[in-house]
């Protein structure tokens, strides 16, 4: 089975292009920054993985439409592996998660607030039982 999950952040806005043969699909690659569970050794900075993703057709209108540097996302996809040989006759190998599903991780109003911890959560404030609608 061929299944990734990702929660990160757009490094920067989706390059988005369309097919020119058939019906014209989009095509949209952005990379996701990924938190890394472990701190770095050094204890100072939280470290993260930047990993390549393309979405096609719908998925890519949608990256087109409504992602933009700094939104945090869900993708859920597959590894996807090929090569190509470039200008200068090298053999280039490249690794892609292709998005089959893209949803928001965080609510417009919250978004750049920092309003999640820092272990990938969202702060819930504290209510009194007394103000809860069922008791």
Request: some cysteine.
């Amino acid at each position: 089975m061929n299944k990734v999950i990702l929660i990160g952040r757009l490094t920067r806005d989706p390059e988005v292009r369309y097919t020119t043969q058939g019906e014209p699909m989009a095509i949209a690659r952005f990379t996701l920054a990924v938190d890394r569970r472990a701190a770095r050794r050094d204890g100072n900075e939280q470290t993260a993985d930047f990993i390549g993703c393309v979405a096609f057709g719908r998925q890519g209108e949608f990256a087109e439409r409504y992602l933009h540097q700094g939104t945090k996302v869900v993708l859920e996809g597959r590894i996807q592996t090929g090569s190509y040989t470039n200008k200068d006759g090298q053999r280039i190998y490249t690794t892609d998660i292709v998005a089959e599903n893209i949803e928001f991780a965080e609510s417009k109003a919250n978004a750049g607030k920092g309003s999640s911890r820092d272990d990938g959560y969202l702060d819930v404030p504290d209510i009194d039982d007394e103000e809860m609608p069922f008791n």
